[in-house]
T-cell receptor
Framework: DARVTQTPRHKVTEMGQEVTMRCQPI?????VFWYRQTMMQGLELLAY????????DSGMPKDRFSAEMPDATLATLKIQPSEPRDSAVYFC?????????????????FGSGTQLSVL | KNEVEQSPQNLTAQEEEFITINCSYS?????LHWLQQHPGGGIVSLFM???GKKKHGRLIATINIQEKHSSLHITASHPRDSAVYIC????????FGTGTRLQVFP
């Protein structure tokens, strides 16, 4: 079965350290999302890409977060420096947009998430 | 006020009960997703709707674009349906509802 792969599954780090999370979208999907989930805020969109180009990263704290797609098989989310308030589960999802204007008209596929704890 | 509202927030049911979860939104959308998140965190996309109704097994999802409302129905509920169900609307990005926590008891 095709699946979205996220690594690492768990990460514990100290405040101030750099954290890199990776996502391998499903082959052929042209849209990749990064989300964060916390108990307080629920699911929040951080950034998303279409055909590797960033379309929206307004949900990310720009001073410390960065998201990239160096190639079609890899998306990365970096936090530098990390802070305790960044502790959350970070999900990647991929999908296929056939209509170039707006709709994701296929199901989204989610990775298993990276559980990040910043001490 | 959230752009996507779900009700109820929590729902308990006995096995075999018919369940309805509602989602209302206030923005113009091009599609709506229903997601399921089991304890342990994995998220699965159940449906993507832009109009009408879709059915998959015991799950039925409907959407009324004019009323900006969608419902997710579960027929003959089962304890394995216990999960958080999340409605998400697609504008130029996905906006999530806060989720409905469903517990189905035997």
């Amino acid at each position: 079965d095709a699946r979205v792969t996220q690594t690492p599954r768990h990460k514990v780090t100290e405040m101030g350290q750099e954290v890199t999370m990776r996502c391998q979208p499903i082959l052929g999907h042209n849209t990749v999302f990064w989300y964060r989930q916390t108990m307080m805020q629920g699911l929040e969109l951080l950034a998303y890409f279409r055909n590797r180009a960033p379309l929206d990263d307004s949900g990310m704290p720009k001073d410390r977060f960065s998201a990239e797609m160096p190639d079609a098989t890899l998306a990365t989310l970096k936090i530098q420096p990390s802070e305790p308030r960044d502790s959350a589960v970070y999900f990647c999802a991929s999908g296929l947009v056939r209509d170039g204007v707006s709709a994701v008209n296929e199901k989204l596929f989610f990775g298993s998430g990276t559980q990040l704890s910043v001490l | 006020k959230n752009e996507v509202e779900q009700s109820p927030q929590n729902l308990t049911a006995q096995e075999e009960e018919f369940i309805t979860i509602n989602c209302s939104y206030s923005v113009g959308i091009s599609a709506l997703h229903w997601l399921q998140q089991h304890p342990g965190g994995g998220i699965v996309s159940l449906f993507m709707l832009s109009s009408g109704k879709k059915k998959h097994g015991r799950l039925i999802a409907t959407i009324n674009i004019q009323e900006k409302h969608s419902s997710l129905h579960i027929t003959a509920s089962h304890p394995r349906d216990s999960a958080v169900y999340i409605c998400a609307v697609y504008t130029d990005k996905l906006i999530f509802g806060t989720g409905t926590r469903l517990q189905v008891f035997p």
